[in-house]
């Protein structure tokens, strides 16, 4: 190599070296500021949930949807919602499962088949309680939709205490009385999480 060009190599490598200098810093920087800014949103999560009956089951919920909801209370809401329903139909699916056992007693199939009504009649509160907090942005009747969103899941909240109510004092096995009661109490928990963020709402 010539002496001619070893200052213009040199500038070169010595350009490509900040340049990578400059890009690993950027990169520093945005990830410095992503977590700050995770942190923010589960801070406004975790004071959301606070106002709930249910603060752990609310947060647990809610917190991997953080760079989804930000500081937002409608998607706050609506993710809480959507969850909601998503474990109604989970609910739904092993209490199917359980009319499926054999040797289930006449009063265990009657207990199973009034819960699987019950929670398919959740299933379609929370889906419409869904369409009500959509229909809230840009509503001109936002007092109508907010009480249409809170009367849907007030009654899928009914039909989970209903499903739950007819184990008390029945002869039920272990497994059916265990499967019931933590899907369907853990669902309660969440529903009832739902009405309280709702009072969150800027409506």
Known sequence: MSSSSFPLVFIFCFSILLLLMSTSMQT??????NKACLKTYKKFIKSACNSTTYPKVCYKALSPNASAIKTDTNKLCSIALSFTLNATYNASSSIDSLSK???????????????????????????????????????????????????????????EYTCTDELDGQKVSKAV??????????????????LALFNLLDY
């Open 28 to 33: 520093v920087s945005a990830a410095t500021t």
């Open 101 to 159: 056992m054999k040797g289930l007693s006449p009063s265990e199939k009657q207990i199973i088949n009034d819960c699987a009504e019950t929670t398919g009649e959740a299933i379609y509160e929370l889906e419409n309680s869904l369409k009500a907090l959509a229909n809230l942005q840009g509503s001109d009747h936002k007092a109508d939709e907010m009480s249409d969103l809170k009367t849907w899941v007030s009654a899928a909240l009914t039909d």
């Open 177 to 194: 009385k265990n499967t019931i009661k933590k899907k369907v109490l853990n669902l309660a928990k969440l529903t009832s999480n739902c």
